[in-house]
């Protein structure tokens, strides 16, 4: 199965909107300090840019699957969410940069 080149540069896209949310995660985590308990912001963030990018790329690979009439067998789908998570752990030090840079 695998994703074409494209399909890559989508999942990028979807990560670069991901981390350009990581100032809005700063804001939100300050003003709710009092109220949370949050041992490392650094992970807590890298956390949420994460899940941003696994939902983004998680619909994503869905509807491709899904226009382009691959089987519905888990499978697949799992083999197509293991490529999505390939793209965000080629990243991952470039993501953790931006995160200790805000």
Known sequence: MGLKLED????ENLLKIATSQIPKYFNMVNSTKESWEIKDIHEFVLG???EK???ESGQFLTNKRIDEHQSNAVENTMELFDEGIEVFN???TDIKRQIYEN
């Open 8 to 11: 890559k540069k989508e999942l």
């Open 48 to 50: 949420m840019v994460f």
């Open 53 to 55: 990018y696994i939902h």
């Open 90 to 92: 080629d990243n991952l």
